[in-house]
């Protein structure tokens, strides 16, 4: 007798062809997502670590003993890296966003006021404070940054009141890699008696190793706590990332526990319930393998290929950086002081990069609250496996910018044109009443989203000028049509 329907074998050989038609993990094509230390020994490392914890079950510490060893000697790594004495205490996530929901929950619980709780924070600050908001309910109070993506100090310090929970810096933001006046703002912070979050989800484990950086960590007075994530430049897989707090009672408030109920007692620091162990096994063992001179080597040759990537492309007419981007990543954007002939349409470029099979990651114009607008731009995240492919990735951004100069952006009038009048006309009304499943998803065929085929359509840019052109409920609520057709059953 067998259990099996189908032969694991088989099985697995579907899971390999499905894997095959993924974007590639590894080699440096993919400049988002994915951190490559171009190490296979690293991948290895974590493979075996993660198979040894495999059974084990995250949620109790006090039965699998080896998740308290792990997760306490990897909040300990984290500490010493990021500037935390004694007073600071942490916990591994499952990764970025549940570390910032984490600091989010921690501060609205520990905040005393009536009302609700203000989250402050720049407008570039990461999407997971936005659903640590959303989640959680607090008012989002986004402050607007100059065009070089950084926000001032004193635009941050003249909206703190008694009425913020928390305040966030990020070092550096995902969207321009621009690194927040951290140390003003957690001075004025502290003065007021406001937690200030330092999210360095992204920066957290290359920025210790950058030139030239003046504080930006839990060695700033003020600084409450900070996230930093193992599964970006720690190299860890995906489904690990720390959250360090300043002061066990602040931290305190970050657990869940209860005994109200006639099962076990739950005692939870962080928001899941049973967890796998595997990505802290993996991040452990890659923390330990490493070590800091590891982590600073791997930093170092990140460092060489954005300044190179960075040099290029200003050196690409038409395109440039935006702003002083500090860290692994940069935004780029047209550059509007040469001729609109000459110009290089960042979106239309990331589409022409990804057909000399490079994928970078598009991002839509935006328009803050002061009504200042910040530009479209691609995003280039880089690993250390770039430096092995640095030449064959410049001929591409720059063949690619040569295909399209001079090549308009896709305007909102364009995309609106592709569609019946009508619906063209009550898609961009704002009070448009929200949309049913089956009407999102007809208006996802009437765009061309809906061709059943997985994955991204061949061109983004029109997609990105549309995102920018309707109402965000709209396309948000377009978006999750998308994204939730895709994981229904088919046949
Ligand atoms: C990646 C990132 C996050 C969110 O992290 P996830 O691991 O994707 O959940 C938050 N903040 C910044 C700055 C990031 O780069």
């Excluded at 003993?65 to 000697?73: G, K, L, N, P």
């Amino acid at each position: 007798m067998t259990v099996f329907a189908e032969h694991p074998d088989s099985v697995l050989a579907r899971l390999a062809a499905l894997r095959a038609a993924d974007a590639p993990t590894h080699g440096g094509h993919v400049l988002s997502y994915v951190y490559d230390s171009g190490l296979s020994e690293i991948d290895e490392l974590a493979a075996s670590a993660m198979r040894l914890v495999q059974p084990v079950n995250g949620l109790d510490p006090t039965t699998f003993t080896s998740v308290a060893v792990m997760e306490r000697e990897v909040v300990g790594f984290a500490r010493a890296l990021l500037g935390g004495d004694s007073d600071v205490v942490g916990s591994v996530t499952t990764g970025g966003t549940e570390s910032c929901l984490l600091a989010v929950k921690t501060a609205r619980d520990n905040w005393v006021g009536d009302g609700a709780p203000r989250l402050l924070a720049p407008v570039t600050v990461h999407a997971a404070f936005h659903k640590a908001a959303h989640y959680f309910g607090l008012v989002l109070d986004l402050v607007p940054v100059g065009s070089d993506g950084r926000v001032s100090a004193d635009a941050m310090v003249e909206r703190m009141a008694p009425d913020v929970a928390l305040v966030v810096v990020s070092a550096p933001s995902y969207p321009h890699a621009a690194m927040d006046p951290v140390a003003e703002v957690a001075a004025a912070a502290l003065e007021r008696g406001i937690d200030c979050h330092v999210d360095a989800c992204i920066g957290g484990c290359v920025l210790p190793f950058w030139g030239g950086l003046s504080s930006w960590d839990l060695r700033v007075p003020g600084v409450t706590s900070l996230s930093a994530d193992l599964h970006k430049f720690g190299y860890a897989p995906k489904g690990a990332s720390v959250l360090l707090t300043r002061g066990r009672d602040r931290q305190r408030g970050q657990y869940f526990a209860t005994t109200r109920w006639p099962g076990y007692p739950v005692v939870n620091a962080t928001m899941l319930g049973s967890k796998s162990a595997g990505a802290l096994a993996a991040a452990w063992a890659i923390v330990h393998a490493l070590g800091r001179d590891g982590l600073a080597t791997l930093a170092a040759s990140c460092e060489r290929s954005t300044a190179a990537l960075k040099d290029l492309v200003d050196g690409i007419e038409g395109l440039r950086v935006v702003g002083m981007p500090v860290g692994p990543l940069l935004a780029v954007a047209a550059d509007e002081s040469v001729a609109p002939e000459r110009r290089v349409d960042p979106h239309h470029w990331a589409d022409r990069v990804r057909a000399h099979g490079w994928l970078l990651q598009l991002q839509p114009g935006f328009t803050q609250a002061d009504g200042s607008r910040l530009p479209h731009t691609t995003h280039l995240t880089v690993t250390p496996v770039t430096e092995r492919v640095l030449d064959e990735l410049t001929a591409a951004l720059t063949l690619a910018a040569d295909e399209v100069r001079g090549v308009p952006a896709v305007t909102a009038e364009q995309v609106f044109g592709a569609l019946p009048p009508a619906v063209a006309a009550g898609l961009a009304s704002p009070d448009a009443p929200p949309l049913d499943a089956q009407t999102a998803f007809a208006l996802l065929g009437l765009i061309g989203l809906d061709d059943g085929s997985d994955g991204l359509p061949e061109r983004m840019a029109p997609l990105l000028a549309l995102i920018e052109a309707l109402p965000a409920p709209l396309t948000e609520r377009l978006l999750v049509e998308l994204l939730a057709r895709l994981v229904e059953p088919r046949g």
